[in-house]
């Protein structure tokens, strides 16, 4: 830890003394302070910082009006999918056998296999293309779905899933009912294994499990469905087959003019035939081409794979507005911009100008470039060579042996404070909290749900981060 802190303040003392040395340049020098990575970048590490700290706050969850954009069941926007029953041939080769093919990449989920309507996080080792956005971690729950957002929030069951069959099972119920997933680097599996419903346990156990593949294809397989979809309750927990997906947007409140609330749109959603899904059934959804997909201007305004798309050259995006990024799309004024057309962004020279740069490209005689030295001369003395290297160098110097003897003086004051004050509270903390080997549980509470979860401390040392998340419709 200390030294984790020598490094931070010695970058920051370090920092400071540069942009202290730009400040400090001669006016004429007309030398312009920018920042690394341009706005973009600046808003990009501010949204991530935002988005770690979302959690912490309330997020409402709602639809889009009608006419910005209309949900559709089955719409054929973003996911077209066939569904197999038990005597079509392909339904037994889209099951993934997790008992005798992929054994050794098999893990069982230990805290979800023995926990009710809880959550946890898990890492994938490949981009898995979800809605045109490529995600690297999704969050597992033991109400037979898969949360798919960025940014977790109260209701993790209202959208941003996958979800195979979403309903109130409860693993904790038996020894034999578990969670387990697999990950071999193009394909990830999570299955719920004799799975039963929280207080319907006599009706059966339940086997499914949903497939992602590399290429963005989503599987969703049925081994056993003792109970119909439609006879299950959702009084106590949302019941729902299909896929979903949304983006935050920042809206302004009606209580105070610059505070703003954070709401969570659903622009999508894939519901499919529940009366389909049967002991032995299977669905296959295969991604559609979304203008995200695109890299240029060009391909984003002539493919014919998609429509609607419009190129922001600010941010260099290919986009109709409705995805995870509209506030982006929004805060940069692309909305506009990408009515423009790809030769707006990128005018072509005049002849003129070009027929001159040619001419003026060969090396130039002496008496053609004296005024151009002259006058390159003059700014030099305004500002030597070596002046700008020196003054950053000198204070980068300074700002890390200000930080050094900081640092020294705080130890000097922790030790003495410490060996003078042995019975307050900060020693003991810290010696508590050095023999915790658990990681810390969040919790997500919705005051409209009756219900409540007890916070439970891991006794062993997971590497998935752990997430309890209530009943919300």
Same mark, same amino acid.
């Given at each position: 830890?200390?030294?984790?802190?020598?490094?931070?303040?010695?970058?920051?003392?370090?920092?400071? !003394?540069?942009?202290?040395?730009?400040?400090?340049?001669?006016? *004429?020098?007309?030398?312009?302070?920018?920042?690394?990575?341009?706005?973009?970048?600046?808003? *990009?590490? *501010?949204?991530?910082?935002?988005?770690?700290?979302?959690?912490?706050?309330?997020?409402?969850? =709602?639809?889009?009006?009608?006419?910005?954009?209309?949900?559709?069941?089955?719409?054929?926007?973003?996911?077209?999918?066939?569904?197999?029953?038990?005597?079509?041939?392909?339904?037994?080769?889209?099951?993934?056998?997790? @008992?005798?093919?992929? =054994?050794?990449?098999?893990?069982?989920? *230990?805290?979800?296999?023995?926990?009710?309507?809880?959550?946890?996080?898990?890492?994938?080792?490949?981009?898995?293309?979800?809605?045109?956005?490529?995600?690297?971690?999704?969050?597992?729950?033991?109400?037979?779905?898969?949360?798919? !957002?960025?940014?977790?929030?109260?209701?993790?069951?209202?959208?941003?899933?996958?979800?195979?069959?979403?309903?109130?099972?409860?693993?904790?119920?038996?020894?034999?009912?578990?969670?387990?997933?697999?990950?071999?680097?193009?394909?990830?599996?999570?299955?719920?294994?004799?799975?039963?419903?929280?207080?319907?346990? @006599?009706?059966?156990?339940?086997?499914?499990?949903?497939?992602?593949?590399?290429?963005?294809? $989503?599987?969703?397989?049925?081994?056993?469905?003792?109970?119909?979809?439609?006879?299950?309750?959702?009084?106590?927990?949302?019941?729902?087959?299909?896929?979903?997906?949304?983006?935050?947007?920042?809206?302004?409140?009606?209580?105070?003019? @610059?505070?703003?609330?954070?709401?969570?749109?659903?622009?999508?959603?894939?519901?499919?035939?529940?009366?389909?899904?049967?002991?032995?059934?299977?669905?296959?959804?295969?991604?559609?081409? =979304?203008?995200?997909?695109?890299?240029?201007?060009?391909?984003?305004?002539?493919?014919?794979?998609?429509?609607?798309?419009?190129?922001?050259?600010?941010?260099?995006?290919?986009?109709?507005?409705?995805?995870?990024?509209?506030?982006?799309?929004?805060?940069?004024?692309?909305?506009?911009?990408?009515? !423009?057309?790809?030769?707006?962004?990128?005018?072509?020279?005049?002849?003129?100008?070009?027929?001159?740069?040619?001419?003026?490209?060969?090396?130039?005689?002496?008496?053609?470039?004296?005024?151009?030295?002259?006058?390159?001369?003059?700014?030099?003395?305004?500002?030597?060579?070596?002046?700008?290297?020196?003054?950053?160098?000198?204070? $980068? $110097?300074?700002?890390?042996?200000?930080?050094?003897?900081?640092?020294?003086?705080?130890?000097?004051?922790?030790?003495?404070?410490?060996?003078?004050?042995?019975?307050?509270?900060?020693?003991?903390?810290?010696?508590?909290?050095?023999?915790?080997?658990?990681?810390?549980?969040?919790?997500?509470?919705?005051?409209?749900?009756?219900?409540?979860?007890?916070?439970?401390?891991?006794?062993?040392?997971?590497?998935?981060?752990?997430?309890?998340?209530?009943?919300?419709?």
């Amino acid at each position: 830890m200390g030294l984790c802190a020598v490094l931070l303040i010695c970058l920051s003392q370090a920092e400071l !003394g540069r942009v202290w040395a730009q400040e400090h340049q001669d006016p *004429r020098s007309g030398t312009a302070l920018r920042s690394v990575g341009g706005a973009a970048s600046f808003h *990009r590490t *501010r949204r991530d910082q935002q988005n770690q700290q979302q959690h912490r706050g309330r997020v409402d969850v =709602t639809t889009l009006p009608d006419n910005m954009t209309r949900i559709v069941e089955d719409s054929q926007k973003y996911y077209e999918w066939q569904s197999f029953g038990p005597t079509d041939r392909k339904t037994e080769s889209l099951w993934i056998e997790l @008992d005798h093919v992929f =054994t050794s990449q098999v893990r069982i989920h *230990r805290i979800l296999s023995n926990t009710h309507r809880q959550a946890s996080r898990v890492a994938l080792s490949f981009d898995f293309p979800f809605y045109g956005h490529n995600l690297r971690q999704v969050i597992v729950a033991t109400g037979g779905f898969i949360f798919m !957002g960025e940014i977790t929030h109260l209701m993790l069951t209202a959208t941003q899933y996958v979800a195979p069959l979403m309903a109130n099972f409860d693993p904790s119920f038996s020894q034999n009912s578990t969670v387990r997933y697999m990950d071999n680097g193009k394909l990830f599996v999570v299955q719920w294994d004799k799975v039963r419903l929280k207080n319907r346990e @006599d009706e059966g156990a339940f086997t499914f499990q949903a497939a992602l593949h590399s290429n963005g294809s $989503i599987v969703f397989n049925y081994r056993d469905i003792p109970v119909p979809v439609e006879k299950m309750n959702s009084t106590e927990h949302p019941v729902k087959v299909g896929l979903s997906d949304a983006f935050m947007a920042l809206i302004p409140t009606s209580q105070l003019s @610059d505070a703003k609330r954070r709401t969570i749109y659903e622009y999508h959603r894939v519901e499919i035939d529940t009366t389909k899904i049967v002991s032995g059934s299977a669905f296959e959804f295969t991604p559609l081409p =979304t203008c995200l997909q695109h890299t240029s201007c060009d391909l984003c305004l002539t493919s014919n794979l998609t429509s609607g798309c419009g190129w922001c050259n600010t941010i260099q995006r290919c986009s109709n507005g409705i995805d995870r990024h509209r506030q982006e799309w929004l805060d940069y004024y692309c909305p506009e911009e990408s009515k !423009g057309k790809c030769e707006d962004y990128n005018p072509p020279l005049p002849e003129g100008s070009m027929s001159s740069f040619n001419q003026s490209s060969p090396a130039p005689t002496p008496s053609l470039a004296v005024p151009e030295d002259q006058t390159v001369t003059r700014d030099l003395q305004t500002i030597p060579p070596n002046h700008r290297g020196i003054t950053e160098n000198t204070a $980068i $110097i300074a700002g890390v042996v200000a930080a050094l003897v900081l640092l020294v003086t705080l130890t000097l004051l922790a030790v003495y404070y410490i060996n003078t004050h042995p019975t307050v509270a900060p020693p003991f903390y810290l010696m508590q909290r050095r023999t915790n080997n658990y990681w810390p549980s969040m919790k997500f509470r919705n005051q409209g749900c009756p219900s409540s979860y007890a916070e439970v401390e891991l006794g062993v040392h997971e590497k998935e981060g752990f997430i309890e998340a209530e009943h919300c419709c």
